[in-house]
């Protein structure tokens, strides 16, 4: 089946449950599509945990969720090996990290031991339990989600971490007439109990190798490395985007040029998503954050600074 028809059916089925969000979820599928993990910062109560159910059940995938909290143990994410007194052998039982679609609620919840016991997984796709490495399963996901009131009680994620998520999102609250639109659909049963499987997990494998082959030119790479450079030279900023961050910026094209039928990216991919795929790996400088700069401000000066590449015909 044509990828981009693919890409549609599953976003179509998602948002019979996500009323109003279609750029979100669509965003969404895309750090899956790219073989990326997601990072959703809201407020309690506005669907995170439903969209990663809505995603799941459209594609069939296993499914596990972790409430992260300050007495979670890193052999509760990973697994732990047991001794077994009839065989005489340590059997290895594993975690909930080890499924298709892993959602880590409330992820700054946990201390820094437990966070760092995800580092492994989401960089190497594996998991390392005494001694014995065990690979995660295709595809993989790993969609955490943090509250960005409740600072009591939590443990703000190390910069290694957060730049291992492919893309952050913030869903927002609903307009008015969107969540008169929730309120009817739930009135007498939640939409996603009834969500049918659209597509195989196989499906979602061929797409992010389809993702692969779509063309970057050699101007568009130098733009984005443009931008990324610009961050960490811009005067608000303390540390800039890593190199981790134009890899996963150029794939997010790709794959957004996937989305809209292309298979060559273009520069207004790059624009499109630079926020999403690079806001969170900024620091932005304490006198600047005195001010309140953010780190959208600043990539909106940068993206406004970087001149933007030409249009060059593909030779056939």
Same mark, same amino acid.
């Given at each position: +089946?044509?990828? /981009?028809?693919?890409?549609? $059916?599953?976003?179509?089925?998602?948002? /019979?449950?996500?009323?109003? /969000?279609?750029? %979100? #979820? &669509?965003?969404?599928?895309?750090?899956? +599509?790219?073989?990326?993990?997601?990072?959703? %910062?809201?407020?309690?109560? #506005?669907? /995170?945990?439903?969209l990663a159910k809505s995603i799941v059940r459209s594609m069939g995938c296993t499914f596990r969720r972790i409430q992260f909290t300050p007495d979670l143990l890193p052999s509760d994410v990973t697994g732990v090996s047991i001794y077994n007194q009839r065989t005489g052998d340590f059997e290895f039982r594993p975690g909930p990290i080890l499924a298709q679609v892993v959602l880590a609620d409330e992820i700054n919840r946990a201390t820094p031991k437990t966070q760092s016991?995800?580092? %492994?997984?989401?960089?190497?796709?594996?998991?390392?339990?005494?001694?014995?490495?065990?690979? $995660?399963?295709?595809?993989?996901?790993? +969609?955490? $989600?943090?509250?960005?009131? &409740?600072? &009591?009680?939590?443990?703000?994620?190390? &910069?290694?971490?957060l730049d291992r998520f492919f893309m952050q999102l913030t869903l927002g609250y609903p307009s008015v007439e969107d969540e008169i639109a929730i309120l009817e659909r739930q009135q007498y049963q939640h939409p996603v109990d009834g969500l049918e499987q659209v597509v195989a997990a196989t499906e979602i494998q061929d797409i992010q190798e389809a993702v692969k082959k779509v063309r970057v030119d050699p101007l568009i790479m130098r733009y984005i490395v443009s931008i990324v450079e610009a961050t960490r030279r811009h005067p608000e900023v303390y540390l800039g985007s890593s190199p981790r961050g134009s890899l996963s910026l150029s794939r997010a094209a790709q794959g957004l040029a996937l989305l809209r039928g292309r298979d060559y990216a273009l520069p207004d991919d790059v624009k499109e998503l630079a926020e999403p795929v690079l806001a969170h790996r900024l620091i932005i400088s304490p006198a600047a954050r005195l001010r309140e700069v953010t780190a959208k401000e600043v990539l909106g000066e940068v993206l406004a600074q970087v001149p933007v590449p030409g249009v060059r015909i593909r030779q056939r």
């Open positions: +089946m044509d990828p /981009k028809v693919v890409c549609e $059916t599953i976003l179509a089925n998602v948002e /019979k449950v996500i009323i109003g /969000k279609g750029k %979100e #979820v &669509e965003r969404a599928f895309l750090a899956l +599509m790219c073989n990326g993990h997601l990072l959703i %910062e809201d407020v309690p109560g #506005v669907g /995170k945990t439903v016991a995800l580092l %492994e997984c989401m960089e190497e796709r594996q998991v390392t339990v005494d001694g014995v490495t065990y690979p $995660t399963p295709r595809p993989f996901l790993v +969609m955490a $989600t943090q509250n960005p009131i &409740e600072y &009591e009680g939590t443990f703000p994620l190390p &910069e290694a971490q």
